[in-house]
């Protein structure tokens, strides 16, 4: 008897109020960390360095059938 705490004039058990703790803490935390709408994806993609221009162009292409052969696989997986 007596296990709660008095808000506005209601007994509010203690697991009700630890529960809205947790779901707050909660909904702050992904609202803190999720992306802002809008906002730019930042490109993780070093700059190509190379010696000559036919070097430059075979690591391009290199890349681009090494993105067409994943994305083959995303869509297979699917």
Do not use: Q
Not at 5 to 31: D, H, P, R
Not at 49 to 59: C, D, L, Q, Y
């Amino acid at each position: 008897m007596g296990n709660g705490y008095m808000i506005f004039g209601k007994l509010v058990k203690n697991e009700y109020l630890v529960l809205a703790t947790f779901a707050s803490l909660g909904a702050l935390g992904y609202a803190a960390t999720r992306p802002k709408p809008g906002a730019p994806k930042a490109d993780n993609i070093p700059p190509i360095v190379s010696s000559s221009a036919e070097e430059e162009n075979f690591i391009k292409e290199f890349i681009k059938l090494a993105e067409a052969d994943e994305a083959k696989e995303k869509k297979a997986a699917h």
